[in-house]
């Protein structure tokens, strides 16, 4: 049972597949945190809310009854404001008295089998029944009444729990939500680095580890995206602890928008950690009766380093975040458009493309930005949804039908959360773009923001796009979203509301999204923010795939992918072979391998002898895409590890096969090279494809492969296909 109560010492115990978490309900009626980390059976843990020992300036409650207890040194569920416990607050509300004191204490219970949705919000779901259980605990403010509900998702399957939160106003007078943070834990103990992405537009999710210290230390983004700069993902990792060993510890924000994420280390040596909506540029006016759900975060524990904490991650989004027609079909092979035409195109160069990919093997035409309005570069046209009729002479569906014609399947670009000041839509509707009063717009590539808290304006995006969508043969959509929002403001939303502004973009947003979805369930979405400035488990929700970045040249392209896969697994990872010069067809595909594999490059400038190759990569694709799209990754040498090289690796669940990739980035003098697996069956036998060897898997992963001979360039990389025997 992954779930269970201890009435006699009052302790919730969560056990998620190795993994376990333990809440005590202290006598005050506190909600402790006293454990989480790898499997424990029992639940003898009251202890662990007590420290040795506090001074006269930590604050405690003046009928307490036990001396060794204090708000300030206690490790809590949840994180009040202005009361004892100094540390950041995870919850903040500011009632009508116009003080922010938030003390939640506990009320009841109740432990149920599956998983609610959260209103509005995108979240992970339960697949199969019974493979998940979950624990409500209402909590209330004694004096406020403003109540909450902390809610904890144990998987049967994965080390995983999920989070979130719903407060409600009980009173009778309105309140305003200055913090609501998803996620509280007080962990025991401060000796752990901290991993998080970092990164910019064409260079996402750096890999970046720095040793927690005293004080706060944190991720945010105040974009009003999840971002290119902040992934919201962070992770803890033992001191020493590194790919193949040591605690890890993920958490990972389910939301696409404003978050923070933030570490205190205090003077106890213990490390909170909060993640959640920023609290920046964020308020919620709750008025008598209603309530606010925070989004969902996920926590994973590995006690196998961070490469076991990836695993966990994959599995577990394959199987309960994505979710879809998709979600288990094969992805059709696709080549874009966009690194090979930009916007100038018309009908004929478009097919030229759609006709060398139909003879070629690939499976489907997508045709990039460009295709509507007057959109001959970026200065114009976005939100006018209607087709350039200078560019399709015929119309878009005649051209459709000669795409699908050559067998392939067809898809479209959309930008639907923008509007250009070039356009007929901000010609009639200049309020629709976000903005606040007497102050000028900020532009982002020549483009605003729609105010997509507007009902109207979602339903507006939503007819056009279901004009395209619906009278024509469109398999696959791509959703795009260029710049980041700045003035942020709604002219329909009261003064008092407009700190709500940033939350409802997003809620509207996927209110939009899924509009699409549940009409188009048949339809293959691809997120997309210029590459990947919302790879985030929010977009997963609705798009299986997301493009991973708009930096297409393999050699660092790989530095990316590598950084993604801490959470996010190789069948979300939207990765093509493009035109970029740096290296051979042979590396591009090696590194768009790990992904959601395509092609985006003009044709008729491909050599004679790479038409040959790419040949040969599809009938590839092929063959590797159960095992990249369903297996485990390795990652075997980590260009966070080693500047020169890198290598990864996929591994079938049942352990029959393994596909290695090795990189080298730059050349280096005389140095050895024994690359040593991960993941085998050391008792099975494995025939190496290239020369038909056998080896075991213990001598594949404990002596390696020597790969002396391997040429010593520059963006020089090979593949190595093992398949057990025996
Ligand atoms: C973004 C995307 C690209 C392409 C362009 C079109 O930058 O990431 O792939 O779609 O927009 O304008």
Known sequence: MPIAFDERRKIFKLDAAGSSYLIGIHEDRYLAHLYYGAYIPDDNLT???RRREYASFSASDPERKDP?????????????????????????????????????????????????????LPSLYEETPGDCRTLEILTRD?????????RYTAYEKYPAITRSLTLKNGSGKTMEIERA????LDMNSADFDLVTLYGRH?????????PLSHGLQGIASRRGSSSHQQNPFLALISRGGGEDHGEAYGFNLVYSANFLGEIEVDYNESARVILGINPDDFGWRLAPGEEFTAPEAVMVF??????????????????????????????PLLVNNWEGTGMRFDDEKLYAIAKWAAETGIEMFVMDDGWFGRRDDDTSSLGDWFVDEKKFRHGLGAFIDRVTALGLKFGIWFEPEMISPDSDLFLAHPDWAIGVPDRKRSEGRQQYVLDMTRKDVRDYIFER??????????????????RNVTEPGSALLPPEKQKEFYHRYILGTYELMGRIVDAFPGLLVENCSGGGGRYDP????????????????????????????LCYPASVQGAHVSASRRSSYETKRNVAMWGSFGYELDPEKIREEDRAAIREQIADYHKYYDLIHRGDLYRLICPWDDPYKCAWEFVSEDKTEALTTVLVKFRTEGRNFFLRLKGLDPDKTYVFEENGEEYSGALLMNAGINLFGMPNEDGYSKTLHFTASR
């Open 465 to 482: 796009m279901k004009d395209i969508l619906g009278n024509n043969d469109v398999s696959y959509l791509k959703w795009d979203f260029n």
């Open 302 to 331: 590995s006690a196998e380093g961070l490469g076991g904490m990836s695993r966990a991650f994959h599995r577990l989004y394959n199987h309960n975040l994505i979710r879809g027609a998709w979600k288990t079909k094969k992805r």
């Open 202 to 210: 064409n260079q996402e999710r750096n890999f970046t580890r720095r």
């Open 538 to 565: 929010g977009m997963l929700a609705f798009s299986p795939q997301i493009w991973c970045s708009d930096n297409t040249d393999a050699l660092s392209r790989v530095d990316i992918q590598f950084g993604s896969s």
């Open 68 to 120: 060794s207890f204090s708000p300030d040194t206690c490790p809590f569920e949840i994180g009040g404001s202005g009361t004892a416990d100094m540390r950041i607050a995870s919850v903040a509300i500011r009632n009508a008295d116009g003080n922010d004191v938030t003390d939640f204490r506990y009320v009841s219970h109740r432990i149920f089998d599956g998983k609610p949705a959260l209103p509005g």
């Open 142 to 150: 004694d004096t406020t009444h403003a109540e909450c509900v902390l």
């Open 181 to 184: 943070m998803s996620l509280c």
């Open 47 to 49: 202890d662990f809310a």
